[in-house]
Nanobody
Framework: QVQLVESGGGLVQAVGSLRLSCAAS????????MGWFRQAPWKEREFVAA????????YYTDSVKGRFTISRDTAKNKMYLQMNSLKPEDTAVYYC???????????????????WGQGTQVTVSS
């Protein structure tokens, strides 16, 4: 298992930007594929973005393509989500997650990620 801690959430106006960070403990950060998920009130947790172990492959849900960018810094054991052009519908608790499963389109569901952070609130006002 890996311990994950998110930071960087907050309140921002529409079309603004935020950068979320996820700090991972342990020496095995490079062996984990990583992802961001979000959960809005009264909704199920949904996939936002994911990045492979090497950082060479990334995946995004359609609603954030062109606005969000996922990245990782293995030397710092950190993952990031740069969120631009934010919309009120992006309001949610954002979770960092990790999986040993090789990243592909088929595994972009919460049940395939075994380690989770506590979440950070992102609120976008109109």
């Amino acid at each position: 298992q890996v311990q994950l801690v998110e930071s960087g959430g907050g309140l921002v106006q529409a079309v603004g930007s935020l950068r979320l960070s996820c700090a991972a403990s342990g020496r095995t950060f490079g062996t984990w594929a990583m992802g961001w998920f979000r959960q809005a009130p009264w909704k199920e947790r949904e996939f936002v973005a994911a990045i492979s172990r090497s950082g060479g492959s990334t995946y995004y849900t359609d609603s954030v393509k062109g606005r969000f960018t996922i990245s990782r810094d293995t030397a710092k054991n950190k993952m990031y989500l740069q969120m631009n052009s934010l919309k009120p519908e992006d309001t949610a608790v954002y979770y960092c997650a990790a999986t040993f499963v090789p990243l592909s389109h088929d595994i972009l569901e919460p049940e395939n990620f075994g380690s989770w952070g506590q979440g950070t609130q992102v609120t976008v006002s109109s």
